[in-house]
């Protein structure tokens, strides 16, 4: 069993749903990543985060430790969050980072 | 300030060859991390390198390499490349290391393996 799982695997939506992604995580950790992938490869880290809730723009993101879980969750969603998003954890400080299989999100307009 | 670059972004090579991918981080972050991304084993993790010393390696064979400039710029090397090697290889770079150091992440290279 992966460290990190994530879910679902695929998603569909239409432009204006809000959208939730879910991560969870089975070993103690001291923060956990919210990645985005384009088409093409790059990433980019939107959410950094060891508890709490992060807000940027249109996402945020919550985890909570005790259930070992996190949620991305996307307002107002539109075809350019059309990505994979990948859910990544660090167990200890200067560990490695162990990555999710990621969600691919597509939004129709 | 510019971004994680990667040289080359394409290469295809054939098995039994070696190869050597580039990686020039943001200035003045000292921290490079390599991974590997598959269709089928998603992304993975290589190795870290700060200060121009390794300090954590993945899974991977002996044939993953890597080393640290003292300009901070890494290279990753692969020996006797095999078929399961074509994949996407990525660099991320950081201020430092630790828990709080967000990883900003090159364009990666893909590299084919005929």
């Known amino acids: 069993k992966n460290e990190v799982e994530q879910s679902p695997q695929n998603l569909t939506a239409q432009e204006g749903e809000f959208i939730t992604i879910n991560c969870s995580y089975s070993?103690?950790?001291?923060?956990l990543h919210w990645l985005q992938q384009h088409p093409g490869g790059g990433i980019v880290s939107l959410f950094m985060?060891?508890?709490g809730k992060k807000k940027h723009g249109r996402l945020i993101a919550t985890i909570n430790i005790q259930e070992k879980h996190s949620s991305l969750h996307i307002t107002a969603s539109h075809p350019r969050d059309s990505a994979v998003y990948i859910c990544?954890?660090?167990?200890?400080?200067?560990?490695?980072?162990?990555f999710g299989t990621g969600t691919r999100l597509a939004v129709r307009p | 300030k510019a971004g994680v670059t990667q040289t080359p972004r394409y290469l295809i090579k054939t098995r039994g060859q070696q190869v050597t991918l580039s990686c020039s981080p943001i200035?003045?972050?000292?921290?490079v991390s390599w991974y590997q991304q598959t269709p089928g084993q998603g992304l993975q993790f290589l190795f870290e390198?700060?200060?121009?010393?390794?300090?954590n390696k993945g899974n991977f064979p002996g044939r993953f390499s890597g080393r640290q400039f003292s300009n901070s710029r890494s290279e990753m090397n692969v020996s006797t490349l095999e078929l399961g090697d074509s994949a996407l290889y990525l660099c991320?770079?950081?201020?430092?290391?630790?828990?709080?150091?967000?990883?900003?992440f090159g364009p990666g290279t893909r590299l084919t393996v005929l």
């Open positions: 070993v103690g950790i001291s923060a």
């Open positions: 991320a770079s950081s201020p430092g290391t630790g828990t709080y150091n967000e990883q900003f």
């Open positions: 200035s003045g972050h000292r921290s």
């Open positions: 990544a954890v660090r167990k200890s400080s200067g560990d490695k980072l162990t």
């Open positions: 985060l060891s508890s």
């Open positions: 390198y700060f200060s121009e010393t390794q300090r």
